[in-house]
T-cell receptor, first 109, second 115 residues
Framework: DAKTTQPPSMDCAEGRAANLPCNHS???????VYWYRQIHSQGPQYIIH???NNETNEMASLIITEDRKSSTLILPHATLRDTAVYYC??????????FGPGTSLSVIP | DVKVTQSSRYLVKRTGEKVFLECVQD?????MFWYRQDPGLGLRLIYF???????EKGDIPEGYSVSREKKERFSLILESASTNQTSMYLC??????????????FGSGTQLSVL
């Protein structure tokens, strides 16, 4: 089973920030949080990952709570092309990589 | 950029046939994975490998086997294809870094239809 829980769906207005939450209350100390997204009929695409510090790259920001039991992926200015299923995964090395059902994000014009 | 290549985008096979799905990556990644994706069921892990000749069962290995004779190639084998194996098959690879940078790179998938 996936080690994370995410809301099944969310809407976001185009141009606004999309904040996607993920709960990983059983995360262990050596597990990283990874985010991927999948646009219809394509393979999932890596977005960002982190251990305990907040991270930012050209695609998104990742905010991890101090207790590491949850995180939020932030797309600062959502566009229609950000409509996709977003997956939050926790894992360490030599580990199964299990995808849960993810969050289906719809960006509304 | 990392490239993960799956040999066919679409494949049609008959029930009972032996089917090989090939996946090749060009970035010297240690880890390789096979998933299948079905509507309403999401991505499910079939097998994975973290070294040549090593394999580990995922969540749904029944009816499948794998082969990893070379580091860059990970093959998924359906010994006797059945209609319930009709699905989108996705291959992925990643480095092995103790977890700190093991982002997965996916191929574009093979849509297999078993008739």
């Amino acid at each position: 089973d996936a080690k994370t829980t995410q809301p099944p769906s969310m809407d976001c207005a185009e141009g606004r920030a999309a904040n996607l939450p993920c709960n990983h209350s059983t995360i262990s100390g050596n597990e990283y949080v990874y985010w991927y997204r999948q646009i219809h009929s394509q393979g999932p695409q890596y977005i960002i990952h982190g251990l305990k510090n907040n991270e930012t790259n050209e695609m998104a920001s990742l905010i991890i709570t101090e207790d590491r039991k949850s995180s939020t992926l932030i797309l600062p200015h959502a566009t229609l092309r950000d409509t996709a299923v977003y997956y939050c995964i926790v894992r360490t090395s030599y580990d199964k990589v299990i995808f849960g059902p993810g969050t289906s994000l719809s960006v509304i014009p | 950029d990392v490239k993960v290549t799956q040999s066919s985008r679409y494949l049609v096979k008959r029930t009972g046939e032996k089917v090989f799905l090939e996946c090749v990556q060009d970035m010297d990644h240690e880890n390789m994975f096979w998933y299948r994706q079905d509507p309403g069921l999401g991505l499910r892990l079939i097998y994975f490998s973290y070294d040549v000749k090593m394999k580990e069962k995922g969540d749904i290995p029944e009816g499948y086997s794998v082969s990893r004779e070379k580091k860059e190639r990970f093959s998924l084998i359906l010994e006797s294809a059945s209609t319930n194996q009709t699905s989108m098959y996705l291959c992925a690879s990643s480095l092995q870094t103790g977890g700190r940078n093991e982002k997965l790179f996916f191929g574009s998938g093979t849509q297999l239809s078993v008739l």
